[in-house]
């Protein structure tokens, strides 16, 4: 979309449902709009005219501004959006600052946010990841459900629909069951009568024959294979090393579900405040070792997979589906001890012992520092950070198995110089305050990042 404000008109005045908003500064760029299409969200295009300066184009994104409701006419939002525009005929790179204001018809805030009707509980997984083509993950998940009739839910009729998220999953659709389980213990099979793939929003419906009862509980449960992607560093994905005594390519698997790619491990309700309990098993060849949030509880031996052993973790205490983490490698682990109640480790590449001292020990430092500091205490049995090899971030904080850059983990010996080890502090400082600033308290949504990178503290 295009915002000509010298021209006062937006799309070159192609459609009534846009006007340029009357500003008097010429700095100021802004819409007035009666109705949107999603496809209008994201990059936007201002042009300005900055006294006898000539036009230049500006691109900045246009960022949600609503809550989760239906808005009345006429209510008016203010967003204040910064951006940089290149005034290269000023011979300088600047910050100007745009309002854009919306005029909200009654319509859903935000098409691709869940139908509030079913809220999870509980969700007992189980991932088994295969380091070889065609580099799936074989999965099973059961989802525990309360129905809650005055929900909002829009248009839309779900009083018989299941809406979970899914990306890029294949459902064994014979295997699905949902379960109506009445407060009496009676357990009934529902009647499912077909299914829908809204591949836009990432939902996958399951359709009923018959409605659900207010405060009732009920249980998704399916079969899937779900990708182990390699060369896309989101949801379930393999990473690689060379492993330095033998001279081999080693293969990793890791998850990295923030923002909104859980879905692509397992069905869920994937949105931040739709928190949950979480059972976790996961499947590991012999040579390799598994972690996730919790402890490992169990390991059984898979059957029908010879080399395979399926490890079984404790249950989570209540958290975000963005949190959880996996992960499986041939990695070794050293550990510290700091408390009574729980123990810091790092999972690393075998030839990296000599390596993360320094990650370990202001790991467990920062870990009951934080707990003195806040007098909350962690509330997990464990603390892993695990460094690896290919990954996007600086760290990520999953509730009890933080994720790293291996460089921000790994420091070589005569090799390291004073700012590479402040880094490793400062990033480790950073993710365990996360432990508290994210996954104990937590946004109700993503507008509300700050909740979690706000820099109001820092270790």
């Known amino acids: 979309m295009v915002v000509d404000q010298s021209a006062q008109q937006v799309n070159g005045g192609s459609d009534p449902n846009y006007?340029?908003?009357?500003?008097?500064?010429?700095?100021?760029?802004?819409?007035?709009?009666?109705?949107?299409?999603?496809?209008?969200?994201?990059?936007?295009?201002c042009l300005l005219n900055e006294g006898q300066t000539p036009s230049i184009t500006g691109v900045f994104q246009?960022?949600?501004?609503?809550?989760?409701?239906?808005?009345?006419?006429?209510?008016r939002w203010e967003i204040l959006i910064s951006v940089y525009i290149d005034l290269t005929l000023l011979g300088k790179l600047t910050y100007i600052y745009y309002y854009v204001y919306y005029v909200c018809q009654y319509k859903r805030a935000n098409v691709f946010r869940l139908p509030r009707h079913l809220v999870p509980s509980h969700y007992d997984i189980s991932l088994i990841p295969i380091f070889e083509d065609p580099y799936v993950a074989y999965g099973h998940t059961d989802i525990d459900l309360t129905y809650d009739s005055g929900a909002d839910t829009g248009a839309d009729d779900y009083t018989q629909t299941v809406v979970l998220h899914a990306k890029n999953l294949n459902f064994d659709l014979d295997t699905l069951t949902v379960l109506d389980t009445a407060p009496d213990g009676v357990i009934t099979a529902m009647d499912v009568v077909g299914f829908e793939f809204d591949y836009e929003r990432e939902f996958f419906k399951i359709i009923l024959g018959t409605a659900f009862s207010d405060g009732g509980s009920y249980t998704v449960s399916t079969n899937y294979t779900s990708n182990l992607n390699v060369g896309d560093l989101r949801g379930f994905y393999t990473s690689t090393y060379e492993d330095e005594a033998s001279g081999q390519e080693e293969t990793l698997a890791v998850t990295q579900f923030e923002a909104v790619d859980?879905?692509?491990?397992?069905?869920?309700?994937?949105?931040?405040?739709?928190?949950?309990?979480?059972?976790?098993?996961?499947?590991?060849?012999?040579?390799?070792?598994?972690?996730?949030?919790?402890?490992?509880?169990?390991?059984?031996?898979?059957?029908?997979?010879?080399?395979?052993?399926?490890?079984?973790?404790?249950?989570?205490?209540?958290?975000?589906?963005?949190?959880?983490?996996?992960?499986?490698?041939?990695?070794?682990?050293?550990?510290?001890?700091?408390?009574?109640?729980?123990?810091?480790?790092?999972?690393?590449?075998?030839?990296?012992?000599?390596?993360?001292?320094?990650?370990?020990?202001?790991?467990?430092?920062?870990?009951?520092g934080y707990e003195d500091y806040?007098?909350?205490?962690?509330?997990?049995?464990?603390?892993?950070m695990v460094a690896i090899p290919d990954f996007y971030y600086g760290g990520m904080e999953n509730w009890g198995l933080i994720t790293y850059a291996e460089i921000y983990l790994s420091l070589v010996e005569g090799d390291s110089s004073t700012f590479d080890e402040a880094s490793v502090v400062e990033v480790v400082a950073h993710e365990i305050a996360h432990q508290w600033f994210g996954d104990l308290v937590t946004m109700k949504w993503w507008e509300d990042l700050w909740l979690n990178e706000g820099r109001f503290f820092k270790g």
């Open 19 to 45: 006007s340029v908003l009357d500003s008097a500064d010429p700095n100021e760029c802004g819409v007035v709009i009666a109705a949107s299409a999603q496809e209008h969200l994201g990059q936007w295009e």
């Open 62 to 75: 246009l960022l949600e501004a609503v809550e989760d409701s239906f808005l009345k006419e006429g209510i």
């Open 262 to 368: 859980a879905r692509r491990a397992f069905p869920c309700l994937d949105e931040p405040d739709l928190k949950a309990i979480f059972k976790v098993s996961l499947g590991r060849p012999l040579s390799m070792m598994a972690a996730s949030n919790m402890p490992i509880e169990s390991t059984d031996l898979i059957g029908d997979m010879d080399g395979f052993v399926m490890e079984h973790f404790v249950e989570s205490k209540i958290m975000s589906t963005y949190l959880v983490a996996l992960f499986v490698g041939d990695y070794d682990v050293k550990t510290t001890n700091m408390s009574d109640r729980w123990e810091v480790s790092v999972l690393h590449q075998p030839s990296q012992a000599d390596q993360i001292g320094l990650a370990l020990e202001s790991g467990a430092i920062m870990l009951a």
């Open 374 to 384: 806040f007098d909350i205490l962690y509330p997990l049995p464990k603390l892993d």
